[in-house]
């Protein structure tokens, strides 16, 4: 007995922090800085889990791309039909282009949690020292890395595709708009990864959701064309703006509006959305709804 070490010193200095004012509560993380090295790490995990893949992540967009691409020209671009002041081909390269982006960032960010909760890997994603906004940024970074690695795969297929002609007449609009809609589809898969609680209802979300939302988006069609009701509608559709703008960028024009303006107001809406949707979803991880409890 007489050589065991005496507690009672630990036990008054645990007691003594424990009583210390600003002392964090028990199971409360704190992040006095930023922790770039987690977030970096969780950005390179996420990034080679679907590199590791890239036949069916990358390559395989894009070859279902150019499948659109000649089904859509043969069936509507005969005769030398011409949209916008160019041939058909060119006209829906640009909007096939930025789809494929936004759909492979909704399945890249729709897989993180649900895996995690289906599997009993979501600690994975919890236990780390980083913050929800660290959490948020490396797995809509990993996401937004993807489709713009999609992005180039199918732009580089459609080079190879007779009649189609991308040439960059306002490079920001690319960029913008690019990015914007990949931040946009990513933050949608990473709310539905949170609300999801099998595969089923996230592919509930992608095909009654996200499809309809992108075909009807004029990615194939001008909505000049459409009657003014369904027009109306089509600009209160995000994607509309996203594929317009994107293809401003390309063709210098859209059916956004018949000024540079009307594209920079749809920019505009893109960008605020996202901020509203990046707010909710920190809400949501914040509250831990579907993920704590």
Same mark, same amino acid.
């Given at each position: 007995m007489a050589n065991q070490p005496n507690p009672a010193p630990e036990i008054a200095a645990a007691a003594t922090r424990a009583a210390a004012?600003?002392?964090p509560e028990r199971g409360v993380p704190i992040f006095s800085t930023f922790?770039?090295?987690?977030l970096w790490t969780l950005y390179m995990k996420e990034v080679r889990r679907f590199f590791k893949v890239q036949t069916q992540t990358i390559w395989a967009p894009a070859m279902t791309t150019l499948l659109y691409l000649m089904i859509f020209t043969v069936a509507m671009g005969r005769g030398g039909r011409e949209v916008l002041g160019v041939n058909f081909a060119s006209f829906i390269a640009p909007g096939l282009i930025v789809m494929g982006m936004m759909g492979n960032a909704f399945a890249n960010t729709s897989f993180n949690?649900?895996?995690?909760?289906?599997?009993?890997?979501?600690?994975?994603?919890?236990?780390?020292?980083?913050?929800? +906004?660290?959490?948020?940024? %490396?797995?809509?970074?990993?996401?937004?890395?993807?489709?713009?690695?999609?992005g180039l795969a199918i732009t580089l297929a459609m080079l190879l595709w007779p009649g189609v002609q991308l040439q960059i007449a306002h490079p920001w609009a690319v960029v913008w708009f690019?990015?914007? +809609?990949?931040?946009?589809? %990513?933050v949608i898969g990473l709310i539905t990864s949170v609300w999801a609680d099998k595969f089923d209802h996230a592919a509930m979300i992608s095909n009654f959701v996200i499809t309809p939302l992108t075909m009807l988006s004029g990615t194939f069609y001008v909505i000049s064309n459409l009657q003014p009701a369904f027009q109306a509608v089509s600009r209160v559709n995000p994607f509309f703006y996203v594929i317009s703008g994107f293809r401003f960028g390309f063709l210098g024009q859209s059916d956004i509006g018949a000024t540079n303006m009307a594209v920079l107001n749809g920019a505009l809406y893109v960008g605020a959305l996202n901020v509203l949707l990046l707010g909710a979803l920190y809400g949501l991880l914040k509250s831990g709804w579907k993920l704590k409890s």
């Open positions: 004012p600003g002392f922790n770039r090295l987690g949690f649900l895996a995690g909760k289906i599997q009993g890997t979501i600690v994975d994603y919890l236990m780390p020292p980083i913050s929800n +906004g660290e959490l948020i940024i %490396a797995l809509i970074g990993a996401a937004v890395t993807r489709a713009v690695l999609v690019g990015l914007m +809609g990949s931040v946009l589809l %990513a």
